[in-house]
């Protein structure tokens, strides 16, 4: 899913689907693509400021299906 600082983040049932080690690696991924943007950001170079709350979103929610597996078990 990643390439650089180009996420797309999924739906909400598409990370439910994914497994832990997946998940895992979509959360490491997403929060290298945030600091690149963040370093962007600070250097005045990202056109869409927008995607940092996008990632921020996708980020969240693979949280929230990791706690919700762990409940789970």
Do not use: C, W
């Not at 909400?12 to 689907?17: S, V």
């Not at 170079?45 to 706690?67: F, M, S």
């Amino acid at each position: 899913m990643a390439t650089n600082d180009t996420i797309t983040p999924k739906s909400l049932d598409d990370y439910r689907g994914l497994s832990e080690t997946d998940l895992n690696d979509e959360l490491k991924a997403i929060d290298g693509a945030i600091f690149q943007l963040k370093f962007k950001r600070a250097l005045r170079q990202l056109e869409t400021p927008g995607d940092i709350r996008k990632l921020k979103h996708a980020y969240a929610q693979i949280k929230t299906v990791l706690a919700e597996k762990a409940r789970a078990v």
